[in-house]
């Protein structure tokens, strides 16, 4: 038996199949990340959606938001529908955790604890390096105006903070009261912080302010890059491995049916066109063999891990940054005076 469905039913099923096609079609990715990525994300959105469109016949177009890295996770629990996040510390990404809007196991999603490139802290300073700047204690010196953003606001700061820690921490010797003492001497030469690492890359390079900057090295070597008559990178004898994490904020991938895409707009950054691009935008590379061809752009230099000498990010957070914390006790006179 011949069964015809009326033409008026066959001509709405057409018209849903064609709805859902289009929405498979072209999909949208909020990136919630932090300032220094700005550059980089840029030309990976644009390969990635290349690659997606190559691989699956869609179109996807990949927002991004920049800022303070803080400030960033707080507007995803504050509603940002991010689809993923790629920001500096884990710490932000598990407040985001803690909100409810992903999960607590999101850094053993992805390879080297979801973090698919690193940096680290290194001293930027003006050409010919005027000041004989060479390691963590001459930034102490009476003399020397330092640039360093303020790690009560910034997530770069909190990486500098804790380079200068572990450096005091691992001379013979040191003990928190050394440590203490030597953040007292290092942020005495710190007259006014930034509020983020940005804003002091701009102090130092635009407005020409300062001896010295305390810098994430990609900052650091992209200034180089761009004005190499102008500034050069002093590289301290230790350092602190920076390991900025990414993640997919599961509530919002569910919301907006993008968890598929979202998941592979990581997974991509671990690729060797993700991390050519990372290398590129002076990020060092995980994959190996990357990282092997940029070596030489990278200062040698001698890193520690930060669980080396901290539990936690949380216990980081109390004893360090909160109100009353390390930071404030080593910090307030000289801000009391200014």
Known sequence: MNFKLPRHVLLAFVMSLSAASSAWAETTLLNVSYDPTREMYVEYNAAFAKYWKSKTGETVTIKQTHGNSPNQASSVNKGAE??????????????????????????????????????TIVFLVRKGNPKNIKDWPDLTRFNINLIIPNPKTAAAARWCYLAAWGYAMKQPGGNEATAREFLKRLYANAKVMEYGARGATNTFTKADIGDVMVSWENEALKMVSEDPDKFEIVSPSISI???????????????????????AYLQYLYSPTGQEIAAKYFYRPSDPVVAAKYGKQFPQLKLFRFDELFTSWQSVQITHFQDGGIFDQVYAPYRNAS
Not at 91 to 118: C, F, K, M, V
Not at 244 to 263: F, I, L, S, Y
């Open 82 to 119: 991010a689809d993923v996040v790629t920001l500096a510390l884990a710490q932000d990404i598990e407040s985001i955790a803690a909100n409810g809007l992903l999960s607590a196991n999101w850094q053993q999603r992805l390879p080297h604890d979801s973090s698919p490139y690193t940096s």
């Open 241 to 263: 491995l920076a390991e900025p994490p990414v993640a997919v904020v599961d509530k919002m991938v569910d919301k907006h049916g993008t968890r598929k895409v979202a998941e």
